[in-house]
């Protein structure tokens, strides 16, 4: 039998003894351990209504024992009742007045009631009194004031002194993250992890904590390389495999994309929304046959992911089979009518069957419901452009301009003006579309291919050649 059945087995013994107690309100004597276990797992479970109960029986027999009142303080913290908290502390406090713990519990309430000052006036009594300036659990609690303080500057500053005292503090390695996203203190951050690492090579949250940094500075390999041995160190931890599947995904590994979430589909169970990101990964692969296999199966079991519905019509789209495509699209966008790549797709299938109205319609609408996305505009124009719509493509390009910027519009604005005649102001704009995103260029050479194939185009991108070199 493995350790968790047994763990399991005896909670549940436990909770059946403890219910025939006190529903007959028997006396008898509990040990002291057996009722924590009881409350750990209550809190683990988040029943604090249960767990509340256990520790007010609890109190009965061990009525100076800390541990008890630090679990309720803990609790009526947590159900935001500060006040509570604070007075059963005090109780406590009266038979053990030294108790550091109780007094840092007792900051914490008032620190969740924004009494910041008075929170921080008990830390110091604490550190003057007990000579517990380098405590890890003083520093922990330091830390929550300055996270309820917002200064996250400090808060960093806090975990980190405590992780050089215990560098396998669960506690800081998982709230650290925080402030450093929000302090942006991304290499301070990679050079204390690295250190952590290379005191214990094991600790899958610091590696964790590594890739998170390294990502944030656009790092990306070092940042899969480090969620991916946090993983390997703990196959438990659902966290690290989604990430590491979600970064592969943006960096186009499709194929290590796919066996990280095939992997969190087997080992931490599949959902909808879980079969939408394996099957964008076989979309990629041109796997089209599993993928559709894979959404009509997800479809019954969740009838109303738009997700869904849009990958099939996407399936359908690269492999020509327009009705069917049309089909999906349309059931997508009757679940959520305001997905711009929802209307994307179908535009697309319409253009190329030469239902330009519909074409027009669902580039139009794919433009403003993702508005600040260039790309979405930039296709749009292209498509006016292309079909001598120049009057829609000249209002396209003002609305765009007041919502969204990229190269690609740039692209697009430039050919417009050439085909108006504006040689001028066609050079002016191709130049900083050419100095922003040089390989998007074959926006600009579809739509005005005469000028694309002449000779100061030509003499332009050999300028921008030689610069980029």
Not at 353 to 375: D, I, P, V, W
Request: with cysteine; net charge negative; proline share 2%.
């Amino acid at each position: 039998m493995s350790k968790k059945t047994k763990a399991d087995l005896m909670i549940s013994k436990l909770i059946q003894e403890f219910e025939h107690v006190n529903s007959n309100r028997t006396r008898i004597q509990w040990e002291e351990k057996a009722l924590l276990k009881l409350i750990n797992h209550y809190e683990r479970i988040n029943n604090f209504e249960k767990a509340l109960e256990v520790i007010d029986f609890a109190l009965l027999t061990f009525t100076v024992k800390s541990e008890f009142y630090l679990h309720k303080a803990q609790i009526l913290i947590a159900l935001q009742k500060p006040l509570a908290a604070i007075d059963i502390l005090e109780q406590a406090l009266k038979n053990n007045p030294q108790d550091s713990n109780l007094i840092l519990y007792k900051a914490k309430a008032f620190c969740t009631m924004g009494e910041f000052a008075t929170a921080l006036n008990l830390i110091e009594d604490i550190k003057r009194s007990q000579h517990k300036a380098d405590d890890v659990e003083i520093l922990l609690v330091e830390a929550f004031i300055q996270e309820s303080m917002k200064d996250y500057d400090q808060m960093f500053y806090k975990l980190q002194e405590a992780l050089k005292l215990n560098p396998n503090n669960t506690e800081a390695l998982e709230q650290i993250w925080i402030s450093v996203e929000i302090s942006k203190k991304f290499e301070e951050s990679i050079r204390l992890h690295k250190e952590l690492i290379d005191n214990n090579p094991y600790s899958y949250l610091a590696w964790y904590n590594l890739g998170h940094a390294y990502s944030c500075l656009g790092m990306y390999q070092q940042a899969l390389e480090a969620l991916d041995y946090s993983y390997l160190i703990n196959p438990h931890f659902e966290q690290a495999c989604m990430d590491c599947a979600e970064l592969a995904l943006q960096e186009n590994l499709f194929e290590k994309a796919l066996e990280y979430f095939t992997e969190a589909s087997e080992r931490f169970g599949e959902d909808s929304d879980l079969s939408v990101n394996i099957v964008e990964c076989l979309i990629k692969l041109k796997r089209f046959k599993e993928a559709k296999s894979k959404l009509h199966k997800a479809i019954t079991q969740d009838p109303y992911n738009d997700e869904l519905f849009y990958y099939l019509g996407e399936c359908y789209s690269e492999e020509k089979n327009w009705t069917k495509a049309i089909k999906y699209y349309k059931e997508s966008l009757e679940i959520d009518p305001e997905r711009e790549e929802f209307h994307f797709g179908i535009a697309k299938v319409f253009e190329m069957t030469g239902n330009l109205r519909k074409a027009e319609f669902h580039y139009r609408r794919a433009s403003y419901c993702g508005q600040e996305q260039s790309q979405y505009w930039a296709r749009y124009i292209s498509f006016l452009i292309k079909n001598n719509l120049p009057e829609k493509a000249q209002k396209a390009l003002l609305k765009s301009d007041k919502v969204s910027t990229g190269a690609d519009l740039l692209y697009c604005k430039a050919a417009f003006h050439y085909l108006q005649g504006d040689e001028k102001k066609t050079i002016s704009i191709l130049e900083e579309a050419l100095v922003d995103d040089f390989p998007q260029r074959h926006i600009f050479e579809e739509l005005a291919p005469e000028f694309a194939t002449g000779q100061l185009y030509t003499s332009m991108l050999k300028y921008f050649i030689a610069e980029i070199q």
